[in-house]
């Protein structure tokens, strides 16, 4: 494999990395404007999956299971997942920009 084939797989295999970040920030940006806004409510319909939904109530909007692997979910507060999420959202912006670094230094380097 040539140098020059070298660089286009390391070119292919940084963008598709972002591409894939990029989509990843997207959702938990969403994820983190849900649950900003989440609160109680006495009468709604949740979603089930797939257009199933049942009717039910959100009596503490303050307090979320969350799956850390193996089926095992750990209680953990509002307030502190906002903070993870903030820390995933800036560990992906980071890797972003050194991605976007490393491409404008091939790009030079070809021109």
């Known amino acids: ?3 020059k084939e070298k660089i286009k797989a390391i070119k292919e295999y940084l963008i598709e990395e972002r591409r894939l970040l990029s989509e990843k920030l997207i959702e938990l940006e969403y994820l983190k404007k849900i649950l900003s806004e989440f609160k109680k409510v006495n ?5 089930l999956g797939e257009g199933i939904f049942f009717k039910g109530s959100i009596i ?4 979320f299971l969350v799956n850390v692997g193996n089926n095992v979910y750990i209680e953990k507060s509002k307030e502190d997942l906002l903070k993870i999420l903030d820390e995933n ?3 992906i912006e980071d890797r ?3 991605i976007d ?7 030079n380097l070809s021109s």
């Open 101 to 107: 670094d490393k491409l404008n230094k091939f790009d």
């Open 60 to 63: 503490d909007d303050q307090k």
């Open 1 to 3: 494999m040539s140098e």
């Open 43 to 47: 009468e709604t319909y949740i979603k």
């Open 89 to 91: 959202i800036k560990k």
């Open 96 to 98: 972003i920009k050194e």
